[in-house]
């Protein structure tokens, strides 16, 4: 018998070195088939051997794989996708539960993985700690707990001094998405795992290289992602067990559109691409797969398509005056410990076309921007960055990265 198409599972794992395996952590509810392609460069001997013909051999040469999903906004899976097509993840938020305390050491970023604190009173392996306050805080989940030692699953982030607040929190926790600058500019890789109902395959040392968002008034929200990886490798008919959360996707009507800092209901749509130069880096050195999958420059681009409800041509004219508007896309759903949301924040949207448009019944201006580099944007590796975006939920921090 035939297998179904729609037994397909997909499912991203963070990596802890690039292209080892990791787990699948987060599954994605795909919205049509993915698309995996092992890209195996056949080199060919083309060799006269005076015969009619050149076709003499097929020698295996390089080899990598590239892949593609379509998916809706969920705001707990979407942030994978977006640490990887960004990089920079810091985690704040939450709300207070139980006593704080006070770290007894400074904690190094990068490093100190134990937190030594002055009570572990109600800390236990899951707990989330809030470490600092103000912008220097940062949210950290406990591995472990002996005496007054906190183990958490990663090393902190930031630098901390001795004697600042630890303080439990549940959630819902906030994660801002911002372009990593630090190092070698490199985001998160991850282990895309594909069960295709016959077999499955894992692809990993995945760097994503872009996604592009649909958003309009009506209708769901969704994501169309790309990534190049390693090799694939089967599950030799292993079918890996998914688990999917109840959040649901975030719908259109939902939203809230700002421009120039004011709340506007003049956005019907907007098409938001955010794109980076991925490419496999092979050298010699006796292996057939990438060296390197290497991430390189950053750029966002959109579409908006705006209603003219003014005598002022306020929309044309943040094309011909140069304005620069920033622009907010802005879910925010549910309340207390299950509310959810994903905020998209570009500080300058340079307006580099603007059409009216009397095709519809209503005029409209169609107008394309290009989201400009700046501090504001900016995460905790510094630089520039054309665009944060703030997603809230319950997941645990340092998931995504």
Known sequence: MPYPTLQTVVGLGLEAQAGTAASATGWIPVASAPKPSDKLKYDQDKGWRGSAGTDYDFI???????????????PDTIGYILAGVLGDVAYSGGTNAGSSTTTTAALTAGTSTVVAVTSATGITAGTVLAIDTAATQELATVLSVASNNVTLTKAVQLNHASGVTVQPVTAPFTSTFSLYNGGNFQPPTYTITDWYAANGRQYPGAVFSGVDFKMSGDGLLSASATATAMPSA????????ASYTQVKPLTGWQGVAKIGGSAT???LSCDLSVKRKVAPIWVVNGVQTPANIWAADLQVTGKLSLLVNDTTDTALNYYLNNT?????LNWAVGSGATAVGVDWNMNNAAFTVADIDRSKEQVLVDASFT???NTTNAGASGGYSPISV???????PRTYK
Request: no cysteine; proline share 7%; net charge neutral.
């Open 234 to 241: 089967s599950l030799a008919g292993a079918k890996p067990v």
């Open 324 to 328: 620069q508007p920033s622009l907010d």
């Open 265 to 267: 209901g003049t956005v």
């Open 60 to 74: 295996p040469g390089v080899w990598n794989t590239e892949y593609s999903l379509d998916t809706y906004v969920f």
């Open 371 to 373: 989201a400009k580099f």
């Open 390 to 396: 703030v997603v809230k939920n319950a997941v645990s």
